[in-house]
């Protein structure tokens, strides 16, 4: 079965300051794994995604995350956060074997502080 | 291209109703994938169909149930709702055969009295 957590449901930063969206996953099979916003009233934007091959993946908005297979995490990264970032990013995995069904996390809500 | 569409975009029904909830993927995905959100339970997978065959479902009882059309174009049904069905329901189409990035639309705001 497949499952991913969310560390921290909160976080907030300062402007400029680095962001770190923490997700860690469980996984039977090779994961496949993506990160997700949300703005309100919105649906899910695609940030990034890993399938295989690299394990530093860059997405939109200057984002990027790591596959640490030894530690099952997939933490978002950003350098220097925009108030633009404030929103709900959700972690998502899949196992590649049963179609689209993916498994999200509980989503970590960022503020960006002026 | 068009993104998905999901119609209605809110709604307001009362216990014991049944609804339909629209979506159209993005032109050629054949893949569509509907969601509950709820602030409680986040985001839980209902049911994916790929070519008009539901080909997972997640773990909700019968009163949740979907469709495909052969134009990819999927509806859920709720039947018999009651207060706990109040969420956003989400739905995501995605291209190709196999796991895909999925493209959500903008959902519906599903409120039951």
Known sequence: ?114 | KAGVTQTPRYLIKTRGQQVTLSCSPISGHRSVSWYQQTPGQGLQFLFEYFSETQRNKGNFPGRFSGRQFSNSRSEMNVSTLELGDSALYLCASTGGTGVGEQYFGPGTRLTVT
């Open chain 1, 1 to 114: 079965a497949q499952s991913v957590t969310q560390l921290g449901s909160h976080v907030s930063v300062s402007e400029g300051a680095l962001v770190l969206l923490r997700c860690n996953y469980s996984s039977s099979v090779p994961p496949y794994l993506f990160w997700y916003v949300q703005y309100p009233n919105q649906g899910l934007q695609l940030l990034l995604k890993y399938t295989t091959g690299a394990t530093l993946v860059k997405g939109i908005n200057g984002f990027e995350a790591e596959f640490k297979k030894s530690e099952t995490s997939f933490h978002l990264t950003k350098p220097s956060a925009h108030m633009s970032d404030a929103a709900e990013y959700f972690c998502a995995v899949s196992d590649g074997r049963t179609g689209n069904q993916f498994y999200f996390g509980t989503g970590t809500s960022l503020t960006v502080i002026p």
